[in-house]
């Protein structure tokens, strides 16, 4: 495994509290479980209610130095893990919750083709959601009716506002994150 990568913010603030110098004692497991402490975001605090972050975050470091999705569904299939209780184990209802996430993926995936516009021009969502109680909006009927617009630009910058607390600790991206808000 890489050791930490001293243009990180993050470890670099982390690190100033106990005299490190971006050494070896950073490379293993158990010392990244002494050094962080896990917590949920926001969202993942409402969603995993009763599951403590630290123990999930344990068991995930424990698969080894990079865990994909199926190795955590897997050590999440033993009832004792904590795990275990971030996942819908009831297989009517996880297929349920699939099929909606398909639903977001269509939705999502879906773009209007603009012909006369150059192969390199962005492109424009066929549908968007504006606020977190309705559901997905055509473009054309948002960009035409001003708060339906201004509930799009609102969630935007909620959108640019997470981007920039995700990778705030990453020093090459300082000039850009700075122009968010």
């Known amino acids: 495994m890489a050791g930490i990568n001293p243009k990180s913010r993050f470890f670099e603030e982390s690190c100033k509290s106990t005299s490190c110098q971006h050494g ?3 490379e293993g ?7 962080t402490v896990a917590t949920w975001s926001p969202f993942g605090s409402q969603y995993f209610k009763g599951v403590d972050p630290q123990k999930v975050s344990d068991e ?6 990079e865990a ?10 033993s009832e004792s893990a904590e795990l275990h209780k971030c996942f819908e184990w009831n297989d009517s209802k996880a297929a349920e919750q699939y099929r909606l996430q398909q639903a977001r993926d269509v939705v999502r995936n879906l773009v209007i083709e603009r012909k006369e516009e150059k192969p390199e021009a962005p ?3 066929y549908f968007y959601k504006t606020d977190n109680g309705s559901g997905y909006k055509p473009s054309v009927h948002i960009f035409k009716v001003d708060d339906e617009y201004q509930s799009l630009l609102q969630r935007a910058y909620a959108e640019l506002r997470a981007f920039k607390a995700k990778y705030s600790s990453l ?3 300082e000039e850009i994150l ?4």
């Open 24 to 26: 070896n004692a950073h």
């Open 29 to 35: 497991v158990g010392e990244r479980r002494r050094m």
């Open 60 to 65: 995930i470091l424990s698969i080894g130095d």
């Open 68 to 77: 994909t999705p199926q190795q955590i569904v897997d050590a999440a299939r």
């Open 123 to 125: 492109q424009i969502r």
């Open 171 to 173: 020093k090459e991206l």
């Open 178 to 181: 700075a122009l968010i808000d």
